[in-house]
């Protein structure tokens, strides 16, 4: 699977943006977008990179970061193979390069929060907000 994260930026505190991710291709064993488990870290500078938000297979099941619940959101389109996250009320915290990543799991299985968790990661896009 490859991932290609966008939608990065310059932003206001306060203001708001939205990522996305594309996804492409398919697991070593054969899974499609649909059936992967999808997670959004962010990574700022000096920093560890640390678990955002992550969304399960049909989107049933969402897990965000205690920081950003109320103020980010996590959706995917199937039919386009796309993961977003909504990201409302930025605060200068939240800078950092964002990566979406992705895992094969059974549809009950937790969400991953870590990046171990996960097999699959795309570039970075990075988010700036101003104070």
């Known amino acids: 699977v490859q991932l290609q994260a966008s939608g990065g930026g310059l932003v206001q505190a306060g203001g708001s943006l939205r990522l996305s991710c594309a996804a492409s291709?398919?697991?070593?064993?054969?899974?499609?977008?649909?059936?992967?488990?999808m997670g959004w870290f962010r990574q700022a500078p000096g920093k560890e990179r640390e678990f955002v938000a992550a969304i399960s297979r049909g989107g049933s099941r969402r897990d965000y970061l205690d920081s950003v619940k109320g103020r980010f959101t996590v959706s995917r389109d199937d039919g386009k193979n796309m993961v977003y996250l909504q990201m409302n009320s930025l605060k200068s915290e939240d800078t950092a390069a964002h990566y979406c990543?992705?895992?094969?799991?059974?549809?009950?299985?937790?969400?991953?929060?870590?990046?171990?968790?996960?097999?699959?990661w795309g570039q970075g896009t990075l988010v700036t907000v101003s104070s």
């Open positions: 291709g398919r697991t070593a064993s054969g899974n499609t977008f649909s059936r992967l488990f």
């Open positions: 990543a992705a895992t094969a799991g059974m549809i009950t299985a937790p969400l991953p929060r870590e990046e171990r968790g996960y097999d699959y």
